[in-house]
C-alpha cells in the first residue's frame, strides 16, 4: 500500500472512509451542467482508505 503525503496528491474511489479530528461544514459546489456535488474538508491527522475502487478505472498515463 502507497502513502500519499504530497500536496496535490489525490484519492480517487465509489467510497472512501475518512478518520480526522476535525471535519468542516459541508458545502455544495458544481460540477458539470446542472450536477452539483459535496465538498467536506478535513483537517487534523486525516487518514483516508479507498473501500471501494472505481468500476471503470481510466487508463494509465
Known amino acids: 500500500m502507497t502513502t500519499l503525503l504530497d500536496i496535490g496528491d489525490a484519492l480517487r474511489g465509489q467510497?472512501?472512509?475518512?478518520?480526522?479530528?476535525?471535519?468542516?461544514?459541508?458545502?455544495?459546489?458544481?460540477?458539470?451542467?446542472?450536477?452539483?456535488?459535496?465538498?467536506?474538508?478535513?483537517?487534523?491527522?486525516?487518514h483516508c482508505v479507498i473501500e471501494r475502487p472505481l468500476s471503470a478505472r481510466p487508463a494509465a498515463r
Open 15 to 46: 467510497r472512501i472512509a475518512i478518520t480526522a479530528r476535525r471535519l468542516g461544514k459541508p458545502a455544495l459546489v458544481n460540477q458539470s451542467g446542472r450536477h452539483k456535488a459535496s465538498r467536506l474538508i478535513a483537517r487534523d491527522n486525516v
